[in-house]
């Protein structure tokens, strides 16, 4: 039955399932009954009573509702949003909007023209309201100007709305209607969000009535976490890595919930207090968002996993001592220490509004594409639903796929530079896809390695300001380089490897004990290791980073930090008081429906977490010391919140890695099965603490009971501990040639590399050889990191306003990271895709970036990883190749590692047959 046909007097209960009375801060406020709204069908004319029509045209499209085919069919939050517009007076959009422009003053994630705009709109109250006071006619005639349609909604039709060209010439920041426009962007902000992306993928309202945690989210979340745990595992130290990620998941837990919901028996069980349905129902939005959220939380690969590859494998350090049990609680320990102090940052990066991590949005938009259905639309003339959208584009991704990775492999390193002149050295040492620094404008064909920094989901700022900060590194390593910097020239320029004096490979064992601790009569044999051109300025960076990004973030966001602190210690100090207390954004509010986690819960698992640590250096030859373990822990806390604060407004951080190495190696010389120990806890408590907090936060968008996503986090983290030791284990004894070059399926392991090379120069060798004779000028980028803060706050705070709100110098420098092994190639054709959909397209037509934008990352993501699979046991884990021009042109000459690989010959040009420190003189 049509809307407009139903009788009169139903139509107040229709409208009362949507909204209630009371304020924004009221929990009420922001509730609906979805199961009661299927049945009835709400069209224009039944909404927003003090409206006129064309005021309610121009709602619609101001929450892009425009390209709806039919306006006596509204969406729920279409009809949630215009009741609240109706009903919201001038005084409380006014409160509304003060605060919002106080603080989101700098906030580079909101729009300048739509902060411009409200303040626009705030600062005509109330001396200028006179001018902006239009009659019905102006305002329509302004509203026709600017392409939103004029139209009579008449009793018994169907209306259409006219899509305008584009979002710019929409009129949604020129001023018609004052009255109607306040209080449309207080309800936007009061009653959703004040970010585009978050309103794209999220809803104004709550349904508590949904159930969340239910026996069918048990029963995939665990067996989707043995599989997806498994896969990431087992092609984590590839080289692209590939994985398994949670958009991926999504779309195979999607057929197997509507399954479950099928075939599962509609009873309830009895297991003592608690009454268990099986089967409460369809499938719905917030069970596919948990079932993913269970799955999601041990997506990534353990931190750890480097720390048992360079115990266990030979190559390293050998360590067979290093078996299930010490594996066991070295996983247990780090990953339930990060999971304590997710408790901790709830406050800094789940409730407020600022921390809007962009990087959980294409989850979140593959949710709501897969479980909410949505009414048929024209956007800019798109009229596919996101499902649709999604599907088609995985097929093409999972076609397409097949071409770079192993049908045409050189559109995946299109090094097509290189091909000139295969063996020029200094050509390819620049442009150079494996072995250069990959200064080439088209570097790619392949979207495993266009997304490599999540082109479509990392805002556009952030890209631009890391992409700067590649090409400053790209010019500081070639001029350490040609210089011969420090020795530099004898070695291969982009690269993480360690090698010794003669320009080999650099063996650990050679310079160790049986304990694995540094002997000083070997040494002055051997001598110290050495780094690359690239690896030198990466760790120069990471060294000046720490100190600029401790002083900088406080200083930008010393207030919020300062309040969020105080209220963790009243949360201490008062255990009955809420957590929500301090909050009141939209999402927040209606998150205080459902029972909360207490901090002291959070406190427990972090002290069970580190008796494990305590056991397992007490029991095993690990050789760590049990303050080592605290020391971790303490460092954590001073730069947790900063740290997680640029990511959950960035899309980018940084791990705590090189700073705990570098203090630790100072405070336990020549000792580096400590440094691993420690720098395991060090860097996999803030990792896996921001992983937990970003399934927090997806799970407040979504409105997941907090007691329940506590639950399936633990239980998952669980389950996936012990298979991703098994999976390591596998890997280590069965496949040849793991974590070395000769690899044949790309096991080259990058990050165990890196791991290794660590803690052999700052955990064997030391930092006191380090600074003190070998690389001395690495101790001055302290000092260095210490001051750039100072010129970068004042501009910040005094530059050109439109500049320095993007200008985010912690990106720049973080940009400067990449290298060893990675190189620009990785990021420049992701700078493209991210020009075209974070800037263009989310300027220009922002309806249909908010519709399909997430969508296809998604989407491309999944057909990467299921093509991937796929491929790789087809025809590459029993070794088919497929051997010619297209597959074998990107590894000629210096990039497939013949012919001439470093500017200088240590054999020919190095003094004695070697460089360095003369024997006798090393430091």
């Given at each position: 039955?049509?809307?407009?046909?139903?009788?009169?007097?139903?139509?107040?209960?229709?409208?009362?399932?949507?909204?209630?009375?009371?304020?924004?801060?009221?929990?009420?406020?922001?509730?609906?009954?979805?199961?009661?709204?299927?049945?009835?069908?709400?069209?224009?004319?039944?909404?927003?009573?003090?409206?006129?029509?064309?005021?309610?045209?121009?709602?619609?499209?101001?929450?892009?509702?425009?390209?709806?085919?039919?306006?006596?069919?509204?969406?729920?939050?279409?009809?949630?949003?215009?009741?609240?517009?109706?009903?919201?007076?001038?005084?409380?959009?006014?409160?509304?909007?003060?605060?919002?422009?106080?603080?989101?003053?700098?906030?580079?994630?909101?729009?300048?023209?739509?902060?411009?705009?409200?303040?626009?709109?705030?600062?005509?109250?109330?001396?200028?309201?006179?001018?902006?006071?239009?009659?019905?006619?102006?305002?329509?005639?302004?509203?026709?100007?600017?392409?939103?349609?004029?139209?009579?909604?008449?009793?018994?039709?169907?209306?259409?709305?006219?899509?305008?060209?584009?979002?710019?010439?929409?009129?949604?920041?020129?001023?018609?209607?004052?009255?109607?426009?306040?209080?449309?962007?207080?309800?936007?902000?009061?009653?959703?969000?004040?970010?585009?992306?978050?309103?794209?993928?999220?809803?104004?309202?709550?349904?508590?009535?949904?159930?969340?945690?239910?026996?069918?989210?048990?029963?995939?979340?665990?067996?989707?976490?043995?599989?997806?745990?498994?896969?990431?595992?087992?092609?984590?130290?590839?080289?692209?890595?590939?994985?398994?990620?949670?958009?991926?998941?999504?779309?195979?837990?999607?057929?197997?919930?509507?399954?479950?919901?099928?075939?599962?028996?509609?009873?309830?069980?009895?297991?003592?207090?608690?009454?268990?349905?099986?089967?409460?129902?369809?499938?719905?939005?917030?069970?596919?968002?948990?079932?993913?959220?269970?799955?999601?939380?041990?997506?990534?690969?353990?931190?750890?996993?480097?720390?048992?590859?360079?115990?266990?494998?030979?190559?390293?350090?050998?360590?067979?001592?290093?078996?299930?049990?010490?594996?066991?609680?070295?996983?247990?320990?780090?990953?339930?220490?990060?999971?304590?102090?997710?408790?901790?940052?709830?406050?800094?990066?789940?409730?407020?509004?600022?921390?809007?991590?962009?990087?959980?949005?294409?989850?979140?938009?593959?949710?709501?594409?897969?479980?909410?259905?949505?009414?048929?639309?024209?956007?800019?003339?798109?009229?596919?639903?996101?499902?649709?959208?999604?599907?088609?584009?995985?097929?093409?991704?999972?076609?397409?796929?097949?071409?770079?990775?192993?049908?045409?492999?050189?559109?995946?390193?299109?090094?097509?530079?290189?091909?000139?002149?295969?063996?020029?050295?200094?050509?390819?040492?620049?442009?150079?896809?494996?072995?250069?620094?990959?200064?080439?404008?088209?570097?790619?064909?392949?979207?495993?390695?266009?997304?490599?920094?999540?082109?479509?989901?990392?805002?556009?700022?952030?890209?631009?300001?890391?992409?700067?900060?590649?090409?400053?590194?790209?010019?500081?390593?070639?001029?350490?380089?040609?210089?011969?910097?420090?020795?530099?020239?004898?070695?291969?320029?982009?690269?993480?490897?360690?090698?010794?004096?003669?320009?080999?490979?650099?063996?650990?064992?050679?310079?160790?004990?049986?304990?694995?601790?540094?002997?000083?009569?070997?040494?002055?044999?051997?001598?110290?290791?050495?780094?690359?051109?690239?690896?030198?300025?990466?760790?120069?960076?990471?060294?000046?980073?720490?100190?600029?990004?401790?002083?900088?973030?406080?200083?930008?966001?010393?207030?919020?930090?300062?309040?969020?602190?105080?209220?963790?210690?009243?949360?201490?100090?008062?255990?009955?008081?809420?957590?929500?207390?301090?909050?009141?954004?939209?999402?927040?509010?209606?998150?205080?429906?459902?029972?909360?986690?207490?901090?002291?819960?959070?406190?427990?698992?972090?002290?069970?977490?580190?008796?494990?640590?305590?056991?397992?250096?007490?029991?095993?030859?690990?050789?760590?010391?049990?303050?080592?373990?605290?020391?971790?822990?303490?460092?954590?806390?001073?730069?947790?919140?900063?740290?997680?604060?640029?990511?959950?407004?960035?899309?980018?951080?940084?791990?705590?890695?090189?700073?705990?190495?570098?203090?630790?190696?100072?405070?336990?010389?020549?000792?580096?099965?400590?440094?691993?120990?420690?720098?395991?806890?060090?860097?996999?408590?803030?990792?896996?603490?921001?992983?937990?907090?970003?399934?927090?936060?997806?799970?407040?968008?979504?409105?997941?009971?907090?007691?329940?996503?506590?639950?399936?986090?633990?239980?998952?983290?669980?389950?996936?501990?012990?298979?991703?030791?098994?999976?390591?284990?596998?890997?280590?004894?069965?496949?040849?040639?793991?974590?070395?070059?000769?690899?044949?399926q790309k096991f080259f392991c990058p990050s165990s590399n890196v791991f290794f090379s660590a803690s052999v120069l700052w955990g064997v060798i030391g930092p006191r050889k380090v600074f003190g004779g070998l690389y001395p000028i690495l101790?001055?980028?302290?000092?260095?990191?210490?001051?750039?803060?100072?010129?970068?706050?004042?501009?910040?705070?005094?530059?050109?306003?439109?500049?320095?709100?993007?200008?985010?110098?912690?990106?720049?420098?973080?940009?400067?990271?990449?290298?060893?092994?990675?190189?620009?190639?990785?990021?420049?054709?992701?700078?493209?895709?991210?020009?075209?959909?974070?800037?263009?397209?989310?300027?220009?037509?922002?309806?249909?970036?908010?519709?399909?934008?997430?969508?296809?990352?998604?989407?491309?993501?999944?057909?990467?990883?299921?093509?991937?699979?796929?491929?790789?046991?087809?025809?590459?884990?029993?070794?088919?190749?497929?051997?010619?021009?297209?597959?074998?042109?990107?590894?000629?000459?210096?990039?497939?590692?013949?012919?001439?690989?470093?500017?200088?010959?240590?054999?020919?040009?190095?003094?004695?047959?070697?460089?360095?420190?003369?024997?006798?003189?090393?430091?």
């Open positions: 039955m049509a809307a407009n046909s139903e009788p009169a007097q139903n139509k107040g209960e229709v409208l009362s399932h949507i909204v209630s009375v009371g304020s924004r801060t009221d929990i009420d406020a922001h509730q609906v009954d979805l199961t009661a709204l299927a049945s009835h069908e709400v069209a224009l004319e039944d909404v927003a009573s003090g409206l006129s029509s064309d005021q309610k045209y121009y709602v619609l499209k101001r929450l892009h509702f425009e390209g709806l085919e039919t306006l006596d069919e509204l969406p729920v939050a279409a009809t949630f949003m215009l009741e609240k517009v109706s009903s919201m007076s001038i005084e409380e959009s006014l409160e509304v909007l003060k605060k919002y422009l106080k603080e989101h003053d700098d906030d580079v994630n909101i729009p300048t023209e739509e902060y411009d705009f409200i303040e626009k709109l705030y600062n005509m109250a109330p001396d200028e309201l006179a001018r902006a006071k239009f009659t019905e006619k102006d305002s329509l005639s302004a509203v026709n100007e600017k392409g939103i349609a004029q139209q009579t909604i008449e009793k018994g039709s169907s209306s259409d709305l006219i899509t305008s060209t584009s979002d710019e010439e929409a009129g949604h920041y020129e001023i018609f209607d004052w009255d109607l426009q306040i209080r449309t962007e207080a309800v936007m902000i009061a009653y959703h969000s004040p970010y585009p992306e978050v309103r794209s993928v999220t809803n104004p309202y709550d349904d508590t009535q949904l159930p969340a945690e239910t026996i069918r989210v048990y029963i995939l979340g665990i067996i989707w976490t043995a599989v997806g745990t498994f896969i990431n595992q087992f092609f984590a130290e590839r080289q692209p890595g590939i994985s398994l990620g949670a958009p991926v998941v999504q779309l195979l837990l999607y057929p197997s919930g509507e399954l479950l919901a099928r075939i599962l028996p509609k009873r309830k069980i009895k297991l003592w207090r608690w009454s268990i349905d099986l089967n409460p129902g369809p499938w719905n939005y917030k069970e596919q968002m948990l079932s993913t959220i269970f799955y999601s939380i041990s997506a990534g690969t353990p931190y750890v996993s480097y720390n048992i590859h360079v115990q266990r494998l030979p190559h390293y350090y050998n360590n067979q001592w290093a078996g299930w049990g010490y594996q066991i609680l070295l996983i247990l320990a780090t990953n339930f220490m990060g999971f304590g102090f997710a408790g901790i940052l709830r406050k800094f990066a789940v409730y407020p509004v600022r921390a809007m991590w962009p990087t959980i949005l294409p989850t979140l938009a593959l949710n709501r594409a897969l479980l909410q259905p949505e009414k048929k639309a024209n956007i800019n003339g798109w009229t596919i639903s996101r499902y649709s959208f999604f599907f088609i584009a995985f097929s093409g991704s999972f076609l397409y796929f097949w071409f770079p990775n192993y049908l045409f492999e050189a559109l995946s390193y299109f090094n097509w530079i290189s091909w000139i002149a295969p063996d020029n050295f200094h050509l390819n040492i620049v442009t150079g896809f494996v072995g250069g620094l990959g200064l080439n404008p088209i570097p790619t064909f392949d979207w495993n390695i266009i997304n490599w920094n999540l082109a479509l989901t990392v805002p556009f700022y952030s890209q631009v300001n890391q992409y700067i900060g590649t090409l400053i590194g790209f010019i500081c390593i070639i001029g350490v380089y040609y210089s011969n910097y420090l020795w530099s020239a004898y070695l291969p320029i982009n690269t993480s490897t360690l090698y010794n004096n003669k320009g080999q490979r650099y063996d650990v064992n050679e310079v160790v004990n049986e304990r694995s601790l540094f002997d000083a009569a070997k040494y002055e044999v051997v001598g110290p290791p050495f780094y690359s051109a690239a690896n030198l300025i990466v760790y120069g960076s990471f060294i000046a980073l720490y100190p600029f990004a401790i002083i900088y973030e406080v200083a930008l966001n010393y207030k919020p930090m300062w309040l969020a602190l105080k209220n963790l210690g009243s949360s201490f100090r008062n255990f009955r008081r809420s957590t929500f207390e301090g909050f009141d954004d939209p999402h927040t509010v209606m998150m205080r429906n459902y029972k909360e986690v207490a901090d002291w819960v959070f406190l427990v698992v972090l002290v069970i977490a580190i008796v494990f640590a305590i056991i397992c250096v007490k029991v095993y030859p690990a050789e760590t010391p049990v303050w080592g373990i605290f020391f971790a822990l303490g460092i954590n806390f001073v730069f947790l919140i900063p740290l997680t604060a640029i990511l959950s407004t960035t899309g980018w951080t940084f791990g705590l890695n090189v700073l705990v190495q570098i203090i630790t190696g100072y405070a336990i010389p020549g000792n580096g099965l400590a440094l691993n120990f420690i720098k395991a806890l060090g860097y996999n408590i803030n990792g896996q603490a921001q992983n937990y907090i970003t399934d927090q936060k997806m799970a407040h968008y979504v409105k997941i009971p907090p007691r329940s996503l506590f639950r399936c986090q633990m239980l998952s983290l669980f389950l996936s501990s012990f298979i991703a030791l098994a999976v390591m284990n596998f890997m280590i004894d069965n496949v040849d040639n793991y974590c070395t070059p000769q690899s044949n101790q001055w980028c302290f000092l260095l990191g210490a001051l750039l803060p100072i010129p970068c706050i004042l501009f910040k705070k005094y530059g050109p306003k439109k500049i320095a709100k993007y200008f985010q110098p912690t990106l720049i420098i973080g940009g400067m990271l990449i290298y060893a092994p990675y190189n620009l190639s990785y990021y420049t054709a992701g700078l493209y895709a991210s020009f075209a959909f974070m800037f263009v397209i989310r300027k220009r037509y922002e309806a249909w970036w908010e519709k399909y934008n997430y969508v296809l990352s998604g989407a491309l993501d999944a057909g990467v990883a299921f093509s991937s699979i796929i491929i790789f046991f087809s025809v590459q884990y029993n070794e088919k190749p497929l051997s010619w021009w297209g597959n074998n042109v990107s590894f000629q000459g210096f990039e497939g590692g013949y012919g001439r690989q470093r500017l200088m010959n240590v054999t020919e040009e190095a003094p004695e047959g070697y460089f360095g420190p003369r024997i006798g003189h090393f430091p």
